[in-house]
């Protein structure tokens, strides 16, 4: 039961991202948006998970991986409200650090918990069916979206935003997660900014970085 919650938030989870992302883009454009505002707004996404990939990490042992993943569906929901409502560019910025947060979170904390309940040949199985659900997110999320504002407007797709978001709180349900001994460790916020430190110092990591932002950047500024 607990892995089938999990695939039924993901999907939403996705559902919501691919509906929302594609049309940030293009609100920003409506908010007379330069070009360079544009990619800065999408690339808020990417940027926070910069920060945070490396601390989830240890964070996750201390909190334990179901909190991580309701406070990402909460991210989401609050994403989802701020879109709602946007009317600058400003908040679109906000928004999308927030959607970058919640997706960290979500990501890390299904994988963690699916780790946590089932055998490694049961995790191959469930990855699976996470990576269906993702892929069923993202190819009908993008339809969803632009049909919605074409025949409606932008408020009434981030209206379904909010509500597939809220579909996620079904993680809820989940039960039966033991917290083991890990979680009693203590959490080092500077030993994390340590290592973040040293991987930034690297010449290999850094270019990869750039790489993977510059590329969406250069896409979405040039569609836009």
């Known amino acids: 039961m607990n892995i089938w919650l999990i695939l039924i938030a993901f999907t939403f989870h996705f559902t919501r991202h691919g509906i929302s992302f594609p049309l940030i883009p293009l609100l920003a454009e409506n908010f007379g948006a330069a070009p360079s505002e544009i990619g800065i707004t999408v690339g808020a996404f ?5 920060f945070l990939s490396i601390p989830l990490g240890g964070l996750i042992d201390r909190v334990g991986p179901k909190q991580m993943l309701v406070f990402g569906v909460i991210s989401n929901i609050v994403n989802a409200a701020i879109l709602l409502h946007a009317s600058t560019i400003y908040e679109l910025i906000i928004a999308q650090m927030i959607a ?5 979170l979500i990501i890390v904390g299904s994988q963690a918990l699916i780790s946590k309940m089932l055998s490694p040949r049961e995790r191959e199985k469930a990855f699976g069916l996470l990576t269906v659900g993702a892929s069923i997110g993202q190819g009908i999320g993008p339809v969803f979206g632009g049909f919605l504002v074409e025949r409606f407007d932008y408020r009434t797709a981030f209206f379904l935003v909010l509500i597939f978001s809220s579909m996620g709180l079904l993680v809820l349900g989940i039960r039966g997660i033991k917290e083991s001994d890990s979680l009693k460790r203590s959490y080092s916020l500077f030993q994390d900014a340590r290592l973040a430190g040293s991987l930034a110092l690297n010449p290999q ?3 990869i970085l750039i790489f993977t932002f510059v590329v969406p950047f250069a ?6």
Request: charged letters at 0%.
């Open 219 to 224: 896409v979405n500024l040039n569609s836009s």
């Open 100 to 104: 970058g947060l919640a997706f960290t």
């Open 46 to 50: 990417g940027l926070i998970g910069v």
């Open 205 to 207: 990591v850094m270019i």
